[in-house]
């Protein structure tokens, strides 16, 4: 026997339903997006704290050591890539940045492959030990290094070299490799400290975006616009229509389809011995005929007419609006309930903003936001 309610229908349960499995569905996928990356931040906070070398891990490597230098990592496949065109790369940083995207295996245009070879993470420099000689990059003469975001290329650029060189990695530890340059150009310059505390900080905030568990949809909070195709979206579009159509018809003022004039005449009194109605009497006994006077065209409706409080945005009791206020980082959980939410919304990493077809998203300010969705239409703000 079907559940019913007090109604005696059953599209409550099963909208109920619907909304905690895609509310179960949305969290798992954002909880696991935010354990992958918990973990990946706290493996990089335990190496940057034992990330030490020693001389003995340089031993078999064709590679003199000099002063108190050390071997701090090495990996056997890279190709030392050159670039074909002048171009100014930006100052060393230690910053630590998850990538936008997976990188790709591909040579960037103007880019070639000259040699290849082992590369060698010292505490003193880098170094390509390629098939036809050596190459050394020196920390103390660094003046531009820049990590490609697409594909797994490092460009660096010294004081004693014009042309700007650099290294193409594996893919997979192409994210590794420029971790443990940043550790090691950071001791060069005694900033290690500085980068733990970069970590500890990406932790701590990473913390904060931990996503709640969702409520549990309950049948009395079906709403009577999820019975209609295309929900509350639906009713709003007929809503515009059947207001904008009326002003419009009136706006228009049709005149007469037979082309003549309105004429206004007299009733026949009851006692008048003709049969002939009045409008079809002779002009000289008829009565006089007046043009009724046009009413007055009505203003067309201002475009914030139809736009509400919200500036368009559907109505909702959390106070969420396209009126360019603050943008929100951290919505209220039932926001699904009142707004059309992406896949995998809760995975975003971002304010909130709507897409081109309609959707909801939390990739605001990130590149790609809404990719899937024609693109970003606007922000959400409160």
């Given at each position: 026997m079907a559940r019913t309610e007090s109604t005696g229908s059953t599209w409550r349960y099963r909208w109920a339903q619907r909304q905690n499995v895609r509310r179960v569905s949305t969290y798992r996928g954002a909880e696991t997006a935010w354990r992958r990356r918990d973990d990946e931040l706290r493996r990089l906070r335990a190496l940057a704290a034992d990330f030490h070398g020693s001389a003995a891990a340089g031993a078999g490597l064709p590679l003199e050591l000099i002063d108190?230098?050390?071997?701090?990592?090495?990996?056997?496949?890279?190709?030392?890539?050159?670039?074909?065109?002048?171009?100014?790369?930006?100052?060393?940083?230690?910053?630590v940045a998850a990538p936008a995207?997976?990188?790709?295996?591909?040579?960037?245009?103007?880019?070639?492959?000259?040699?290849?070879?082992?590369?060698?993470?010292?505490?003193?420099?880098?170094?390509?030990?390629?098939?036809?000689?050596r190459r050394d990059w020196a920390y103390g003469r660094m003046t531009g290094l820049a990590h490609d975001p697409a594909a797994p290329v490092t460009l660096i650029q010294v004081l004693d070299r014009r042309r700007t060189s650099g290294l193409l990695l594996p893919t997979d530890a192409a994210a590794d490799f420029r971790f443990k340059l940043t550790l090691a150009f950071a001791d060069a310059i005694e900033q290690r400290a500085a980068v733990l505390a970069q970590l500890d900080e990406?932790?701590?905030?990473?913390?904060?975006?931990?996503?709640?568990?969702?409520?549990?949809?309950?049948?009395?909070?079906?709403?009577?616009?999820?019975?209609?195709?295309?929900?509350?979206?639906?009713?709003?579009?007929?809503?515009?229509?059947?207001?904008?159509?009326?002003?419009?018809?009136f706006d228009s003022n049709p005149s007469d389809p037979t082309g003549g004039a309105e004429v206004a005449a007299a009733a026949t009194p009851a006692s008048t011995p003709s049969a002939v109605p009045a409008l079809l009497r002779p002009a000289a006994s008829s009565p006089a005929r007046t043009t009724a006077p046009k009413r007055p065209s009505a203003p067309r409706p201002s475009s914030t007419a139809t736009s509400g409080p919200r500036c368009g945005a559907p109505e909702n009791p959390l106070g969420y609006d396209f009126c360019a206020g603050t943008r929100i980082r951290r919505p209220a959980a039932?926001?699904?309930?009142?707004?059309?939410?992406?896949?995998?919304?809760?995975?975003?990493?971002?304010?909130?903003?709507?897409?081109?077809?309609?959707?909801?998203?939390?990739?605001?300010?990130?590149?790609?936001?809404?990719?899937?969705?024609?693109?970003?239409?606007?922000?959400?703000?409160?």
């Open positions: 108190d230098e050390v071997v701090l990592w090495a990996l056997p496949a890279a190709q030392l890539v050159e670039v074909r065109h002048t171009t100014v790369l930006p100052a060393p940083d230690l910053t995207a997976p990188l790709r295996p591909r040579r960037p245009d103007g880019v070639r492959v000259t040699d290849a070879g082992m590369a060698v993470i010292t505490s003193r420099r880098l170094v390509l030990l390629g098939g036809r000689g990406l932790i701590a905030e990473h913390d904060q975006l931990k996503p709640f568990r969702p409520a549990v949809a309950t049948p009395a909070q079906a709403r009577l616009s999820s019975l209609v195709p295309g929900g509350r979206r639906t009713i709003a579009v007929a809503a515009g229509i059947a207001l904008l159509v009326p002003a419009a018809l039932e926001i699904c309930d009142w707004f059309d939410c992406v896949p995998q919304f809760w995975a975003g990493r971002g304010y909130l903003v709507q897409c081109r077809d309609g959707s909801v998203s939390l990739t605001g300010g990130r590149a790609g936001a809404c990719a899937d969705h024609r693109g970003v239409r606007r922000t959400i703000s409160q």
